[in-house]
């Protein structure tokens, strides 16, 4: 995940308890097409399910594409009969939670008399907003945040490309509540949830069209990759692993909820590992230094976030849990696929304290809450850390808020940290 690709879910728990505000639309729809273009530039080594089906004049084709960490990260549905074509595309930041935001885009090209063609464009951002309902101001995710329009008119050879075609923006502030309330509806009943039912039925028909890691052997018995910390260009991700040399991996399968594909969880082992993985090889570059348990990216409050740098040399695994952060560490892969990180809670802690000017129990080794803001391809990483009050009656009130920015350096036994600056966040407490 880049910074861009922070589950807007952890983006707005973790700005709300510095009494800042949700991602503007501006943000959110930069984040959706960075996410559009990181996932085209990697599709054609992905693995692709396909389905044709054919019903008097018209075809349908189903697509729906993995990547290494067997994460879903496009789906595509093309109709054709003997004078249109009409494609939808659905690519979302995570699609284990499309409401935080997806990116759907509408295209359909009709024949004219003429020989000509008619295009027509729609891209609609789904995310979080602001609205205005019949209960007055509320604030939701899934919500329809920004609709693009564009249509032209191609000469019969032309090449039917919309690129130089402006694009109109919809007025969305203009629809009523009950508009509102007719996109939200079907937003959540049709338009969320189509990529992933269209996944699973792609699945269950049959093997892959194509499957690059098929063949692939490597490492793959010593782990398996935790879902949602892929690399945006699909190269790398975190992996679960157990130090030991032979691994049961059917003994840890999740089996409280059916899943597919089967997840798995250690949380009782004493062994755990985490690692950073090359996908396409299957290997094992090195370990983080956390210990995240399962290869879900949520169990209950307890989530594993991963952070890459644009060129995914750089990276922060975060464990974030209710109210303090259990791990959070930060490491490059360097010269010869090699991997290595730091303990950023344990190097960071004492430092924070003091700066803030609380007491810091070296026992207990603090109780901070981590934020990754941003990774950058020199090895900085931006960071939030505060102190939650778990306790009654001001129990979730932020007690004070750090920023910092440390940089990643190379050293003769791994990674080292080097703090560059800290500065202290406004909190806002309730009355």
Request: proline share 3%; with cysteine.
């Amino acid at each position: 995940m880049t910074a861009l690709r922070i589950s807007l879910v952890c983006a707005v728990s973790a700005t709300a308890a510095f009494g800042m505000d949700v991602p503007s639309v501006d943000e959110q729809v930069k984040a959706q097409a960075q996410r559009y273009n990181e996932v085209e530039a990697h599709l054609d080594h992905s693995v692709c399910y396909s389905r044709k089906t054919t019903e008097g004049s018209i075809t349908k084709t189903e697509q729906a594409w993995f990547n290494g960490a067997d994460d879903l990260i496009k789906a595509a549905v093309e109709v054709r009969d003997a004078s249109t074509r009409d494609l939808t595309e659905n690519i979302a930041l995570d699609f284990d939670n499309t409401y935080e935001g997806m990116f759907v885009l509408n295209r359909k090209e009709t024949s004219l008399p003429n020989g000509g063609t008619q295009v027509d464009e729609s891209r609609k951002y789904f995310g979080y907003a602001v609205f205005k309902n019949k209960d007055g101001n509320q604030t939701g995710n899934g919500e329809l945040i920004r609709e693009l329009r564009k249509s032209a008119k191609f000469k019969a050879g032309e090449t039917l490309d919309t690129v130089h075609t402006k694009n109109v923006v919809v007025d969305l502030a203009k629809r009523s509540p009950d508009n509102i309330e007719q996109d939200r509806a079907k937003a959540r009943q049709e338009v969320l949830s189509a990529p992933e039912k269209i996944a699973g039925e792609l699945r269950e028909a049959g093997p892959p069209e194509f499957d690059p890691f098929a063949n692939v052997k490597g490492d793959e018995a010593k782990y398996r990759v935790i879902h949602g910390t892929a690399s945006p260009d699909g190269r790398f991700a975190i992996a679960l692993g157990l130090d030991r040399e032979e691994i049961d991996w059917d003994s840890f399968i999740f089996k409280e909820q059916e899943e597919t594909p089967k997840t798995y969880y250690t949380e009782d082992e004493t062994d755990v590992r985490n690692y950073v993985v090359d996908l396409a090889h299957k290997k094992i570059l090195g370990e983080t230094g956390c210990n995240y348990f399962g290869t879900r990216r949520r169990y209950n409050h307890r989530e594993c976030y991963v952070f890459w740098s644009p060129d995914c040399t750089a990276f922060a695994q975060l464990w974030a849990n209710k109210w303090s952060s259990d791990a959070c560490v930060a490491g490059k892969i360097g010269p010869g696929q090699k991997a290595s990180a730091v303990d950023l809670i344990n190097q960071l802690s004492p430092k924070i304290y003091a700066f803030a000017k609380k007491r810091f129990n070296r026992e207990e080794g603090g109780s901070l809450t981590f934020s990754i803001n941003k990774v950058t391809n020199d090895g900085i990483v931006d960071l939030d850390a505060s102190e939650v009050d778990p306790t009654v009656p001001h129990r979730g009130e932020t007690i004070f808020a750090v920023n910092e920015r440390v940089r990643l350096r190379d050293g003769p036994k791994g990674v080292g940290l080097e703090v560059l600056n800290m500065r202290r966040l406004k909190v806002e407490q309730s009355d």
